[in-house]
């Protein structure tokens, strides 16, 4: 059955560091997404992506926080200068239509720590 | 400084028995909805969806329940099994917004 994966599964990060955690979507998706989960916490919408753009995004996706499709097979999220609270668990997801349309694959996730 | 979580509410029962997990929901607007499991250390994993036009669809073993009057939703699962321990989430979407919207989630323990 295909699948989201998700590199590193683990990344351990300095604050004030940079950050970047990459995606592979399903294949013949076209929409895409970033979700994190502080530990214990619901899921949280961060932002999607559609046709190389972003289409919505959370108010938790500052200007610290960026998405690109830098080719046809990868979906990465980068964070500029991490802080603290943006250790969390990170799911990037994808989906064949829009929500109510398509249903969401989530990957395993990125298990992201800033010391 | 120190960090607080949420309380995961806790559905404990025997293995066997049909476990039933609630959730309500917050927009009205919303008209798209979605059971997930999460098992510890992995991602949220689709069980069954229903929209906002029916107000029950069944999988295999699995029942969702949904009333727009209350803005409650509900996961029935049948002949529960140990593998099926895990968190389950319910997520709406629609309205005004795409954005898909979980819930707190409720840890499912099988008792074997």
């Known amino acids: 059955e295909p699948e989201v994966t998700q590199t590193p599964s683990h990344q351990v990060t300095q604050m004030g560091q940079e950050v970047i955690l990459r995606c592979v979507p399903i294949s013949n998706h076209l929409y895409f997404y970033w979700y994190r989960q502080i530990l214990g916490q619901k899921v949280e919408f961060l932002v999607s992506?559609?046709?190389?753009?972003?289409s919505e995004k959370s108010e938790i996706f500052d200007d610290q926080f960026s998405v690109e499709r830098p080719d046809g097979s990868n979906f990465t999220l980068k964070i500029r200068s991490t802080k603290l609270e943006d250790s969390a668990m990170y799911f990037c997801?994808?989906?064949?239509?829009?929500w109510g349309v398509g249903k969401l694959f989530f990957g395993s996730g990125t298990q992201l720590s800033v010391l | 400084g120190e960090s607080v979580g949420l309380h995961l509410p806790t559905l404990s029962v025997q293995e066997g028995d049909n476990s039933i997990i609630n959730c309500a929901y917050s927009?009205?607007?919303?008209?798209?909805f979605i059971w997930y499991k999460q098992e510890s250390g992995k991602g949220p994993q689709f069980i069954i969806d229903i929209r906002s036009n029916m107000d029950k669809r069944q999988g295999q073993r699995v029942t969702v329940l949904l009333n727009k009057t209350v803005k409650h939703l509900s996961l029935q699962i049948a002949a529960t099994q140990p593998g099926d321990s895990a968190v389950y989430f319910c997520?709406?979407?629609?309205?005004?917004?795409?954005?898909?919207?979980f819930g707190t989630g409720t840890l499912l323990a099988v008792q074997p």
């Open positions: 927009n009205s607007a919303s008209d798209y």
């Open positions: 997520a709406e979407s629609g309205g005004a917004t795409n954005k898909l919207i």
């Open positions: 992506f559609y046709n190389n753009e972003i």
């Open positions: 997801a994808s989906s064949e239509g829009r």
